[in-house]
């Protein structure tokens, strides 16, 4: 009997994908291979407890055991088939695929299909359309390319469609490398189509789902993270900025504020470095969750971490809503000379620990769509810069 359990890790999307593969024997093993884009990467405390045990349960995000990684060998068992998503019965293995499919002439699909690609692979005879759908390789989300890819097929005299969840690396040569071997896994000895330069006429249908799938970014989800000192101002814009979105009408919007929060969703925690990060972390999968129905989050923490801010750009992205950043930039001595808690000469007799810009670090966003410092200048002339922003970027028009 074991006394300590397995160790579990919940990896991202694309290494999802990519262990799929290696379990279906699409793709070889082991993860993590030199020079090898097939990664995984395990937090501190799941790594050690992972080079104890020897192995690494790999779950998925509801929790449940997909394979079993040997650490830090990287070698993949599967344990069960994922259970999660849509579409989900069209992902077949490649032998499931060569069983079902035999004598299909094959052709990869990674974007919706025009009409001229229709009428292309109509000439070609009974076919496997596989849709490419792993995480970052569509223009489109892979719920949308299937449901297009579906369509496309509805109107061709003879066609399958399975989908294969090939993930994109961030490295094109690395990238087409792994299509070649999933694509060639998957058609076995039969012919690949590889579909001639594209069109932009897409049948009415099609036009449709794209469109749905890529809302112009007026009507997109948004999230405008205000990041900053304390007292530099966050709280006071994002009230101002909610208040013009409300007397406009046009939508609705959910505040996150860094004190407001942390006196409910994020109740108990300390302003440790790790704390603070899952504070932020809370905050970015609320505001995510928000833009994912096309809502609007104003979020105003300091987040003085770089790293946790790009999770939450992450977090935003896969949701489908766009990120907005605003870096009040009010220098801390501004902030300090107005002191509006008292908190700041509190910090300085060292009667509040770890407190930011005194005894903690901010670190300055290098990528805020808007940097506004907000000394010397009246709420409503520095809100300006940032509605002025919003409007540039097509996102808002107050
Ligand atoms: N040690 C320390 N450091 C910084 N701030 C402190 C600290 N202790 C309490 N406070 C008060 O908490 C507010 C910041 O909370 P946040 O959740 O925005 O911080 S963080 O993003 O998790 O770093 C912050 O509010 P704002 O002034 O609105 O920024 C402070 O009032
Ligand atoms: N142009 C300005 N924009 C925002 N706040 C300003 C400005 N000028 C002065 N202030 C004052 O600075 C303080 C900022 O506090 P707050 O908005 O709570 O900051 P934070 O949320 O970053 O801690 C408020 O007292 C506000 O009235």
Same mark, same amino acid.
């Given at each position: 009997?074991?006394?300590?359990?397995?160790?579990?890790?919940?990896?991202?999307?694309?290494?999802?994908?990519?262990?799929?593969?290696?379990?279906? @024997?699409?793709?070889?093993?082991?993860?993590?291979?030199?020079?090898?884009?097939?990664?995984?990467?395990?937090?501190?405390?799941?790594?050690?407890?992972?080079?104890?045990?020897?192995?690494?349960?790999?779950?998925? /995000?509801?929790?449940? /055991?997909?394979?079993?990684?040997?650490?830090?060998?990287?070698?993949?068992?599967?344990?069960?088939?994922?259970?999660? *998503?849509?579409?989900?019965?069209?992902?077949?293995? /490649?032998?499931?695929?060569?069983?079902?499919?035999?004598?299909?002439?094959?052709?990869?699909?990674?974007?919706?299909?025009?009409?001229?690609?229709?009428?292309?692979?109509?000439?070609?005879?009974?076919?496997?359309? $596989?849709?490419?759908?792993?995480?970052?390789?569509?223009?489109?989300?892979?719920? !949308?390319?299937? &449901?297009?890819?579906?369509?496309?097929?509805?109107?061709?005299?003879?066609?399958?469609?399975?989908?294969?969840?090939?993930?994109?690396?961030?490295?094109?040569?690395?990238?087409?490398?792994? %299509?070649?071997?999933?694509?060639?896994?998957?058609?076995?000895?039969?012919?690949?189509?590889?579909?001639? !330069?594209?069109?932009?006429?897409?049948?009415?249908?099609?036009?449709?789902?794209?469109?749905?799938?890529?809302?112009?970014?007026?009507?997109?989800?948004?999230?405008? =993270?205000?990041?900053?000192?304390?007292?530099?101002?966050?709280?006071?814009?994002?009230?101002?900025?909610?208040?013009?979105?409300?007397?406009?009408?046009?939508?609705?919007?959910?505040? $996150?504020?860094?004190?407001?929060?942390?006196?409910?969703?994020?109740? %108990?925690?300390?302003?440790?470095?790790?704390?603070?990060?899952?504070?932020?972390?809370?905050?970015?999968?609320?505001?995510?969750?928000?833009?994912?129905? @096309? *809502?609007?989050?104003?979020?105003?923490?300091?987040?003085? =971490?770089?790293?946790?801010?790009?999770?939450?750009?992450?977090?935003?992205?896969?949701? @489908?809503?766009? =990120?907005?950043?605003?870096?009040?930039?009010?220098?801390?001595?501004?902030?300090?000379?107005?002191? &509006?808690?008292?908190?700041?000469?509190?910090? &300085?007799? *060292?009667?509040?620990?770890? =407190?930011?810009?005194?005894?903690?670090?901010?670190?300055?966003? !290098?990528?805020?769509?808007?940097?506004?410092?907000?000394?010397?200048?009246?709420?409503?002339?520095?809100?300006?810069?940032?509605?002025?922003?919003?409007?540039?970027?097509?996102?808002?028009?107050?």
């Amino acid at each position: 009997m074991r006394d300590v359990p397995v160790p579990q890790h919940s990896p991202s999307p694309r290494e999802l994908d990519d262990i799929e593969l290696i379990v279906s @024997g699409a793709l070889p093993g082991p993860l993590n291979a030199p020079g090898s884009p097939l990664t995984l990467a395990l937090p501190d405390a799941v790594a050690s407890a992972a080079t104890v045990d020897g192995s690494v349960e790999i779950v998925d /995000p509801e929790g449940l /055991p997909l394979a079993r990684v040997t650490w830090p060998a990287g070698e993949v068992t599967g344990l069960s088939s994922p259970a999660y *998503g849509p579409f989900r019965r069209l992902y077949l293995t /490649p032998e499931q695929t060569r069983t079902e499919y035999a004598g299909r002439t094959v052709v990869p699909v990674a974007d919706a299909l025009t009409t001229t690609e229709i009428d292309e692979i109509a000439a070609l005879g009974p076919v496997l359309l $596989l849709a490419l759908v792993g995480h970052g390789t569509p223009s489109l989300s892979p719920v !949308a390319l299937l &449901r297009a890819t579906l369509l496309a097929a509805d109107t061709l005299p003879d066609a399958a469609v399975v989908a294969v969840p090939l993930a994109a690396h961030d490295d094109p040569e690395a990238d087409h490398a792994l %299509g070649v071997a999933v694509v060639a896994a998957y058609a076995g000895e039969d012919e690949v189509h590889a579909l001639a !330069a594209d069109s932009d006429d897409y049948p009415d249908a099609i036009a449709a789902v794209i469109d749905r799938d890529q809302p112009a970014p007026a009507e997109q989800g948004l999230v405008v =993270f205000f990041t900053g000192l304390s007292g530099s101002g966050k709280s006071t814009l994002a009230r101002a900025l909610m208040d013009r979105i409300l007397e406009q009408g046009a939508r609705t919007v959910t505040s $996150l504020d860094g004190d407001v929060v942390r006196r409910n969703l994020s109740a %108990g925690l300390t302003f440790s470095k790790e704390d603070r990060e899952t504070n932020i972390r809370r905050i970015g999968w609320v505001a995510a969750e928000i833009s994912r129905h @096309g *809502g609007l989050a104003v979020c105003s923490p300091i987040a003085p =971490f770089d790293s946790t801010r790009q999770d939450v750009r992450r977090y935003v992205d896969d949701a @489908g809503g766009a =990120f907005f950043l605003v870096h009040v930039a009010t220098p801390l001595e501004e902030c300090e000379r107005r002191d &509006r808690k008292g908190l700041y000469a509190k910090a &300085r007799r *060292g009667e509040i620990p770890e =407190f930011t810009g005194i005894s903690s670090p901010y670190e300055e966003p !290098a990528d805020a769509d808007v940097r506004v410092d907000t000394t010397g200048r009246s709420i409503d002339d520095a809100l300006d810069d940032v509605i002025e922003g919003l409007r540039e970027a097509g996102y808002l028009d107050l």
